[in-house]
């Protein structure tokens, strides 16, 4: 129980263009998913908090227009990086927290972007 | 007073021995202290996570302790083997895991045959 599934697992694409990345809570129905990324060798940094039917709350710093999350269902959340550049290449990981009593967060097998 | 510092950095542990990693937290509201381990190129998963009700907690051969007055928790992998060679990630939350983690900075354990 408890799976969290990430769609592409890499992708690669030019400067400039968008990306979409899907979050999926397989077996369980998550109201709240969170967003991260991580830079080679270090740790993991909250982009934001995704809230099925309403706004993404974003983590200071992190710029909403650019990283643009839609939590349509109670299973998919979306991060679609805009006009993407060299320096959004990195690894985004999502989170869910899962229906036993702490409702601990399990994650995604990640996907890693690389901007050209 | 949001950070969890973690060390150390890096370990390296024989086959059999014991791996330790510390974490320590300043935000005393924090009460849900998971461990991840993370494997190149993969997600976080979670191996064992305490609350501050309790001083320590086993699962198999990973252990957390859990010094309240201290703030201060750690990991124990008892028997180490090389395919617990993984990165490990401590954490910290207030209340359930609706909550936002905040994650200490990771430490590399390289278990050698």
């Known amino acids: 129980g408890a799976v969290v599934s990430q769609h592409p697992s890499w992708v690669i694409c030019k400067s400039g263009t968008s990306v979409k990345i899907e979050c999926r809570s397989l077996d369980f129905q998550a109201t709240t998913m969170f967003w991260y990324r991580q830079f080679p060798k270090q740790s993991l940094m909250l982009m934001a908090t995704s809230n099925e039917g309403s706004k993404a709350t974003y983590e200071q710093g992190v710029e909403k227009d650019k990283f643009l999350i839609n939590h349509a269902s109670l299973t998919l959340s979306t991060l679609t990086v805009t006009s993407a550049h060299p320096e959004d290449s990195s690894f985004y990981i999502c989170s869910a927290p899962g229906t036993n009593f702490f409702h601990e967060q399990f994650f995604g097998p990640g996907t890693r972007l690389t901007v050209l | 007073q949001q950070q969890v510092k973690q060390s150390p950095q890096s370990l390296i542990v024989q086959k059999g021995g014991i791996s330790i990693i510390n974490c320590a937290y300043e935000n005393t509201a924090f009460d849900y202290f998971p461990w991840y381990q993370q494997f190149p190129g993969k997600g976080p998963a979670l191996l064992i996570a305490?609350?501050?009700?309790?001083s320590e907690k086993k699962e198999g051969r990973f252990t957390i302790s859990f010094n309240k007055s201290a703030k201060q928790f750690s990991l124990h992998i008892m028997d180490s083997q090389p395919g617990d060679s993984a990165t490990y990630f401590c954490a910290a939350s207030r209340g359930t895991g609706f909550q936002k983690l905040v994650f200490g900075t990771g430490t590399r354990l390289l278990v050698s045959p």
């Open positions: 305490i609350r501050p009700d309790v």
